[in-house]
């Protein structure tokens, strides 16, 4: 049987969701993502995401595929992993609250992909914006750049651990 034919797309293709409450607005303002940024921006900024209420095993992108969410974690967890060649996956760490992923949808250039497949472990609360929606408002926000900076480099310091151990 063709696998292709069983797969269910990822939340990124088929996104939905609601317009946030306010509660979640200064949720979505108060995440990692906004870390250091003016208040004023990070409200503006949380103004462009949709809240979604997922179920456990969802899978919200895939390694290799277009990226262009930033997903904010609100509750749940979020495992973050690559799939090896025995098609085993292999950890590249998580999202607890307040964390976000996506962040490959910010770089700039044409072909910007997911570096790692991330599924949600718990029933989650996401927020997410497509990252062209939110450029204009995090025009001239270095803040944003260095707290995506940061998530990278913690995901490799976890890549880097599990490698050598």
Do not use: Q
């Amino acid at each position: 049987m063709n696998r292709s034919a069983l797969r269910v797309p990822s939340f990124e293709v088929a996104c939905f969701g609601r317009n946030p409450k306010r509660a979640e607005i200064a949720a979505i303002a108060g995440n990692d993502l906004f870390a250091n940024v003016e208040r004023a921006r990070g409200w503006d900024a949380a103004a462009a995401f949709r809240i979604a209420e997922l179920p456990a095993c969802t899978l919200l992108y895939e390694r290799w595929h277009p990226a262009s969410l930033a997903v904010l974690l609100l509750a749940g967890s979020i495992a973050l992993y690559r799939r090896g060649n025995d098609d085993a996956r292999i950890a590249l760490g998580g999202v607890l609250p307040g964390g976000f992923c996506g962040e490959e949808s910010f770089f700039p250039g044409a072909a910007r992909l997911h570096a790692s497949d991330a599924r949600c472990d718990l029933p989650a609360t996401v927020a997410w914006a497509r990252a062209r929606d939110l450029a204009g408002t995090l025009e001239g926000s270095p803040e944003v750049a260095l707290n995506i900076a940061r998530a990278l480099h913690d995901r490799l310091g976890v890549l880097v651990e599990g490698l050598s151990g």
